[in-house]
C-alpha cells in the first residue's frame, strides 16, 4: 500500500493527551491539510511521522514499512519544522550541499534560483537569518528535495503577503508538474484552502473530520434568520455550531444538501460556509 | 551508506578541530624551545601532552552531540546510523590523534637536552618503562599508536556519553547531575568508604585499575585490551541512550 499510514497513534506529554489513538491514512500524491488550533498535536502528529518523537502507542507505515528508525523510509520523506534543526553557524549554501548529500534527487540549481526568488542571501549564516527568513530556508530546503512525501509545519510563519503567495504558487506548479505527497499544517486556513485537497482536522489529540476539502464544503452552509425558522430548517442537520443575537440566530450546518437550501424561504438568509469558518465552529470548545 | 554520509558530516566537525590541536601542540614546542634557548640554569620541561590530547577529546565527546543530532535528524538520518558514524569519528580522530601524538613524542625524544629542554608526560614511557626497554622502536611506535587511540577514544565515548545524558535530562535533572556526579564521586563515596569499608573498597578499585591497565605488571596490553573492551561497553550504553533520545522543544 503507497502512502502514510498512521494506526492507533497515542502521545502524552505529562498530564496532556497530545494524540490520542489517531488513525489516518495519507495517500500518496495527494494535498494535506492538517488544522487544529493550537495544542491540537499537529506538530506531535508530524513529528512522529519524520522519527523525530516516537508515540507512546501505535505506529506509523510508510508504503507499507515501519517509520520508526527506518533510515530507508525516512530518506523518503522531508518535515519542515517550526523549530530550525541546522546548526547556527551553518551557511545556507553548506546547508544545500548537505542536504543533497543527503537527498540525492536534491536540486541544487533550483534551490539557488528559489533563494534568488525570495532574496535569500545563501552566503548568510543561519544563526543571522530574521524569523521570516529562517521559514524561507526551511522552504527552499523543502521544495527542493524532491521527495515522495513532504510535511510543512507552519511554512509560512513569519513570511510577508508576497512571499506567502510566492510560496503557493511554486509548491503547485511543483505538484502539478509531478505530484506528490504533501502534508501542510498551518493556522492560515483561507490560504491554503484553494491549494488543498483533503482535509484532517484535529480536536483535543483526536480526528474530528477527514475528508476531501470538495466533499467538505460542498455540504457546508451559514443559516440565518429568526430563531424559530433556523430551528425548523436546521433540524436533521449537522448543526456544528450556533449564534444568538437577540432574537436572530445564526446556524452552521455541515454535510447538507444544495437542492434543500434551494427552497429555503427568502426570511432564510443561507449562504456558503467556507473552509475557517467551518473550522472554527467545529474546533469550539 | 547513511553511516558514510553520517560520519562524513560528523567528521567535517572534527577534523579540523584536530589540525588547530596540533597546530597549538606544534606552536608550544616551539616556544618551549625559544624558551629554553634563551634562559640558562635549570631543565626547561614541557610535558602533558597526551593529556592535553585526551582532554581534547573528551570536549569533543561532550561537545559533539546536540547539533549533529538535531541536524541529521532533519536529514533523515536514524539514530542508530547516527552513532555508527560517531563511532567511526571518534576511531578516526582518535587514531590521527594517536599517530600525530606517537610522532612528535618521536620529535621530542630527539629535541630532549638540547637548549636545557626536557620533554615528557607521555604515557607509554610514563606507565610502562620497562615494557619499552625491551622492545625495538618499531613495536614501540605500533603500541603508542594503539594505546594512544584506544585512551583518546575513551575520552571522547565517555564525553559523547555524557553529553546524551545531559541533552536528554530535564532542567531539574540537570542540576542534579552537574551537582550530584562530583559530590558522589568525591565527597559521598569517599566518606561511606572510609565509615563503611575503611578505605578498602578505594583500595580495591584502585587495584582492579592497575590490573585492568597493564599498570601492576608494567604491560600495554592488558591496558590495549581492557580499553577497547571500555570502548564496547561505552558504545552499548551509547545505544541504549540515543535509541530513546527525542528532538527537544526548546532546541
Known sequence: MRGIEIKEVSKGYKDTKALDHVSVQFEDGKIYALLGRNGAGKSTMLNIISNRIFPDQGEVLVDGKPARENDQVQQNMYLMSEQTLYPAGMKIQQAFQWSKEFYPKFDMEYAMELARMFGLNTKKKVRTLSTGYKSIFKLVLALSVNVPYLFLDEPVLGLDANHREMFYRILLEKYIEEPFTIVISTHLIEEVASVIEHVVILKDGKIVKNCATEELLAGGYRISGKKEMVDIWSQGEDVIGTEMLGTMKTAYVIGSSKEKWKKAPEELEVAKLDLQKMFIQMTNR | ?251
Open chain 2, 1 to 251: 551508506m547513511r553511516t558514510k554520509k553520517s560520519f562524513k558530516y560528523q567528521f567535517q566537525e572534527v577534523w579540523q578541530s584536530i589540525g588547530m590541536l596540533y597546530l597549538v601542540q606544534i606552536g608550544m614546542r616551539l616556544l618551549a624551545l625559544l624558551i629554553a634557548s634563551k634562559i640558562g640554569g635549570e631543565y626547561v620541561t614541557m610535558n602533558g601532552m597526551n593529556m592535553m590530547s585526551a582532554m581534547f577529546m573528551l570536549i569533543i565527546g561532550m561537545c559533539s552531540f546536540t547539533e549533529s543530532f538535531q541536524f541529521l535528524l532533519q536529514n533523515g538520518v536514524s539514530r542508530k546510523q547516527i552513532l555508527a558514524g560517531k563511532m567511526l569519528v571518534f576511531a578516526a580522530g582518535a587514531g590521527m590523534c594517536g599517530v600525530a601524538d606517537t610522532l612528535l613524542a618521536t620529535v621530542d625524544q630527539k629535541l630532549n637536552g638540547w637548549g636545557n629542554i626536557k620533554f615528557g608526560g607521555e604515557i607509554l614511557p610514563l606507565f610502562y618503562p620497562e615494557f619499552l626497554e625491551q622492545v625495538s622502536s618499531v613495536v614501540r611506535a605500533i603500541v603508542s599508536v594503539a594505546l594512544l587511540s584506544v585512551v583518546y577514544a575513551l575520552f571522547a565515548g565517555a564525553g559523547y556519553m555524557v553529553s546524551i545524558i545531559w541533552y536528554r535530562l530535564n532542567k531539574i535533572g540537570r542540576i542534579i547531575f552537574a551537582f550530584g556526579v562530583p559530590a558522589v564521586l568525591w565527597l559521598v563515596y569517599p566518606l561511606a568508604d572510609y565509615f563503611l569499608f575503611g578505605g578498602r573498597s578505594m583500595i580495591a578499585i584502585m587495584n582492579a585499575i592497575m590490573k585492568l591497565s597493564g599498570l601492576a605488571d608494567g604491560n600495554p596490553f592488558y591496558g590495549l585490551i581492557s580499553g577497547v573492551i571500555g570502548l564496547v561497553i561505552l558504545a552499548g550504553v551509547s545505544i541504549l541512550l540515543i535509541r530513546k533520545t527525542v528532538v527537544r522543544r526548546e532546541n
